[in-house]
C-alpha cells in the first residue's frame, strides 16, 4: 500500500542516525528535512556531522533526504518526527518547528498512516499533536490514522550502538497505535516498553534532568570542598570507591542541546525556585567560577589565553547550547591580549551564532605558543599530551582544568606540574 516503511522528518543529530540504521536494518527508509545543506551531503554520501558507525552505510546512498514533504509523506507508511524543540530566551518551550512540521505534513496524512513524535518535548504535546491532526484533517487519532509518542534516549556520538540496545519506550493512547510503532522499532531496540503519552515524555526529560541534576551536585561538591581546601577529585574517587551506594558525578562543564533546555520543558509550568532551577543556576556558574579563581592565581588582563575546546562535550563536533562561548566572553571581560581559540573537532572559522564575527580556530600548538593562560573547556581525547607538551614548552603557565585532563587532580596548576608528577610517578 506504501511506498517507503518510514519517513523521518527532520533529518539532524537524532533523524539521520535513526534512518541509516533503518536502512541498515533492512527498512525502506527516507527523509525530508528543509536544510539544502544537509540534504546535499547525505544524498552525496557523506555524513553532516561526526557521528562514528555510519560512514560506510550512508555511502549506499540508499537513504534519500527530500526537500518537499509532497515527493515522499503520502507513500509513507510511518512518520518520524525528529525536529528540534529549543526553548525561547525565557524559560518557555519553543514548539515553533513541530507547529511548522504540522503544517507542512497535514494535507499530505493519509489513512492507514502511523505519526511518531520522537522529538523531545513538554509534557501534553503529543496530546496536542492529537488534536492538532483531528481538528486540522479529516483522520481521527487510534481509528483512520495512528499516533505514539517514542522518545530519543541516546548519546550524541553513540548513536549507532545505542539505538540497538537502549529498549524503546513507546507511549501511545491505543493498542494499534503502540503496536505499529513497536513493530518499527522492533527492527532496532532489543525491548519494547510500552506505556501512555504523558508518562513516555516523562521518562525522557526525567532521563535528562535527573542527568543534569547529578552534575550541577558535582559542581556544587566541588565548589565545597575548595572551599575546605580539599581536592575534589580525591574525595570523589574515595566516595565512589567499592562502595554501592553512591555515584558521583566528575565537575565540569554542563550543558549541550538536551540537558539544558530540557529542565526547562517541566519548570515553565512552575512558579516557585526549586532544585531544578538551582542545578541549572550552578551548572551556569561554571564558566565564571573558573575564571574568578583562576585570576585568584595568574593574570589575565593584557595576556595571552588559550581556550581548548569549543564544543558542548568530549569528542563531538556539536557546538550547540555549549558553555564555551560563555566562557570567552567573560574571559575577553579581562581584557586579555588575546583569547586564542583551538577545537580539531571543528572547522576554522568556528561560526557560533552569538558571535557577530567567524571565530578563527587555532591549530593546537600555534595557540599554545607563548601561552600565559589555558582553560581546558573540553575534555577532548589528546589533550592531555596536549598539556604534557605545554608543561616542556612553558611550564610557568597557568591551566584551569575542570576536567581533570591533566590527571593530577586539581582544578588549577601550572603546566610545569604535570611534568614534574609524571617524572616522580
Ligand atoms: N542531539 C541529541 O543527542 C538528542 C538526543 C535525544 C533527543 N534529542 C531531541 O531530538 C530532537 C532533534 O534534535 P537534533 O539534535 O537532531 O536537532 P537537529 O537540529 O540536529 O535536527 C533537526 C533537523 O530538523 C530539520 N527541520 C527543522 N524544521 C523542519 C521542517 N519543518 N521540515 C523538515 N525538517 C525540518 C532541521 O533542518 C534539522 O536538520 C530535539 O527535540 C532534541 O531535543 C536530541
Not at 178 to 191: H, M, N, Q, R, V
Not at 357 to 372: E, I, K, Q
Not at 388 to 400: K, Q, S, T
Amino acid at each position: 500500500m506504501f511506498e517507503y516503511d518510514v519517513c523521518i522528518i527532520g533529518t539532524g543529530r537524532v533523524g539521520l542516525p535513526l534512518g541509516l540504521s533503518l536502512v541498515d536494518a533492512g527498512v525502506k527508509a527516507t527523509g525530508v528535512d528543509i536544510d539544502s545543506n544537509m540534504r546535499e551531503s547525505v544524498n552525496d554520501g557523506r555524513m553532516p556531522f561526526h557521528e562514528p558507525g555510519y560512514d560506510e552505510i550512508i555511502a549506499r546512498k540508499e537513504f534519500i533526504v527530500h526537500a518537499s514533504p509532497a515527493d515522499v509523506v503520502p507513500s509513507s507508511s510511518h512518520l518520524v518526527i525528529t525536529v528540534g524543540t529549543p526553548l525561547h530566551n525565557h524559560i518557555e518551550t519553543d514548539l515553533s518547528q513541530i507547529q511548522r512540521v504540522l503544517a507542512s505534513l497535514g494535507s499530505y496524512l493519509r489513512k492507514g498512516q502511523t505519526v511518531i513524535l520522537r522529538s523531545t518535548v513538554a509534557p501534553g504535546t503529543t496530546t496536542y499533536v492529537k488534536k492538532w491532526i483531528e481538528r486540522n484533517t479529516e483522520l481521527k487519532v487510534g481509528e483512520d490514522i495512528l499516533l505514539t509518542f517514542c522518545p530519543e534516549r541516546i548519546a550524541e556520538g553513540l548513536a549507532h550502538t545505542e539505538l540497538r540496545s537502549l529498549p524503546q519506550i513507546v507511549g501511545g493512547e491505543d493498542e494499534k497505535s503502540i503496536d505499529s510503532a513497536s513493530e518499527l522499532f522492533g527492527k532496532l531496540a532489543p525491548e519494547i516498553l510500552r506505556t501512555d503519552f504523558i508518562t513516555a515524555e516523562l521518562v525522557k526529560l526525567f532521563n535528562n534532568i535527573s542527568r543534569y541534576i547529578n552534575f550541577a551536585v558535582a559542581n556544587q561538591f566541588a565548589l565545597i570542598a575548595d572551599d575546605f581546601g580539599a581536592n575534589i577529585y580525591e574525595t570523589r574517587r574515595l566516595a565512589n570507591h567499592d562502595y554501592p551506594r553512591c555515584n558521583l558525578a566528575m565537575p565540569g562543564f554542563t550543558a549541550g542541546t538536551c540537558l539544558r533546555k530540557d529542565f526547562g520543558m517541566i519548570n515553565e509550568w512552575s512558579a516557585y525556585p526549586d532544585m531544578l532551577l538551582s542545578a541549572w543556576k550552578m551548572n551556569e556558574f561554571t564558566p565564571a567560577m573558573l575564571v574568578d579563581q583562576l585570576m585568584k592565581r595568574a593574570t589575565i588582563h593584557d595576556h595571552r589565553v588559550a581556550v581548548l575546546g569549543f564544543s558542548f562535550k568530549a569528542d563531538t563536533d556539536d557546538i550547540r547550547d555549549s558553555l564555551v562561548p560563555k566562557l570567552c566572553r567573560y574571559i575577553e571581560r579581562q581584557l586579555p591580549m588575546e583569547v586564542r581559540i583551538s577545537d580539531h573537532n571543528l572547522p576554522d572559522p568556528i561560526h557560533e551564532p552569538s558571535a557577530s564575527t567567524p571565530l578563527r580556530n587555532w591549530p593546537v600548538n600555534d595557540a599554545l605558543v607563548d601561552v600565559d593562560c589555558v582553560f581546558v573547556a573540553t575534555n577532548h581525547t589528546g589533550y592531555h599530551e596536549v598539556l604534557l607538551e605545554l608543561g616542556r614548552n612553558r611550564p610557568e603557565a597557568w591551566v584551569a582544568d575542570i576536567w581533570n585532563v591533566g590527571g593530577i587532580d586539581q582544578i588549577f596548576y601550572q603546566a610545569g606540574d604535570l611534568v614534574n608528577a609524571e617524572v616522580s610517578s
